[in-house]
C-alpha cells in the first residue's frame, strides 16, 4: 500500500484566490453589522468585530 499524506489542518490563505476581493467585501459588510448590532448589546464585543472590520479593510486596500 503507498503512503497517503493528509491534507487536514493545512491552511489556505484568503487573500488567494480568484475570489478573494468578493470574499473579503462580504465578511467586512457582516463584521460591520455585527459591530452595530452589538454595540447595544456589549461594548466589547462591538469593539472587537469594529477591529476585524477594519483589519480587513486593510487587507482590501492593499489587494485593490
Known amino acids: 500500500m503507498k503512503n497517503q499524506y493528509c491534507r ?7 487573500t488567494s484566490g ?10 467586512y459588510q457582516k ?3 455585527m459591530a452595530a448590532d ?11 468585530f469594529k477591529r476585524k472590520a477594519q ?3 486593510k487587507v482590501l486596500e492593499q489587494l485593490a
Open 18 to 27: 480568484t475570489q478573494a476581493i468578493t470574499v473579503l467585501e462580504f465578511r
Open 8 to 14: 487536514v489542518g493545512t491552511v489556505t490563505p484568503i
Open 31 to 33: 463584521f460591520i453589522e
Open 38 to 48: 452589538a454595540a447595544y448589546i456589549n461594548t466589547n464585543l462591538g469593539e472587537f
Open 55 to 57: 483589519s480587513i479593510k
